[in-house]
């Protein structure tokens, strides 16, 4: 079984700033999937950036970057010019490869981040 | 707007009770996942559904039932509900992107057992 590890609790930066997330996880399998979702005020789950385990470039959305450090496996986020929009709970989810068998979500604990004006 | 719908969006009832709750996939998806956000228990799976077959199950109670419909549309039964079956349940459907599955959710629907 697979598991997902967000050691920050809680975080905060100021409007413009940039900010780290960090995610660690368990798991034998090889191929698989990692994604950031975060979850707002309203509750709303909003899927954030995606990376795959084979594609060693990290991936980027805009001033949304990761970095994926496999075989520490290790899913940190980066945030960059932080806005106030950006205040939310972040998840840290880990997928296995498509296959017959599901494709599941298994997430971490969360980390909830505010921004600062 | 992830294209997902959850209805109801709140839903309030009483111990022992039976609660449906309905899911429509983004259109022509044909997976639809259903996870359960409760305070101790953070997000976790509960079931898949592929194109009307369970796919793959997880931490899903006897109490719990789901099915999805030919038209795609998938239910959450609930059953003999206790204090501790309160939470946010999100459904969610998948989109194959650049080879990745990848998942979008609803807004959720919040059920509160009193």
């Known amino acids: 079984a697979q598991t997902v590890t967000q050691s920050q609790p809680e975080m905060s930066v100021q409007e413009a700033e940039t900010v780290t997330l960090s995610c660690t996880y368990d798991t034998s399998e090889n191929n698989y999937y990692l994604f950031w979702y975060k979850q707002p005020p309203s509750r709303q789950m909003i899927l954030v950036i995606r990376?795959?385990?084979?594609?060693?470039q990290n991936a980027t959305e805009n001033r949304f970057s990761v970095n994926f450090q496999k075989a520490a496996k290790s899913f940190s986020l980066k945030i960059s010019d932080s806005q106030l929009g950006d205040t939310a709970m972040y998840f840290c989810?880990?997928?296995?490869?498509?296959?017959?068998?599901?494709?599941?979500?298994?997430f971490g604990g969360g980390t909830r981040l505010m921004v600062k004006p | 707007d992830s294209g997902v719908t959850q209805t109801p969006k709140h839903l309030i009832t009483a111990t022992g009770q039976r609660v449906t709750l309905r899911c429509s996939p983004r259109?022509?998806?044909?997976?639809v996942y259903w996870y359960q956000q409760s305070l101790d228990q953070g997000l976790q799976f509960l079931i898949q559904y592929y194109n009307g077959e369970e796919r793959a199950k997880g931490n899903i109670l006897e109490r719990f039932s789901a099915q999805q419909f030919p038209d795609l549309h998938s239910e959450l039964n609930l059953s003999s509900l206790e204090l501790g079956d309160s939470a946010l349940y999100f459904c969610a459907s998948s989109v194959r992107l650049a080879g990745v599955d990848t998942q979008y959710f609803g807004p959720g629907t919040r059920l509160t057992v009193l």
């Open positions: 989810a880990f997928m296995k490869r498509l296959n017959n068998a599901g494709n599941m979500l298994t």
């Open positions: 990376q795959e385990a084979y594609k060693q």
């Open positions: 259109s022509g998806d044909l997976s």
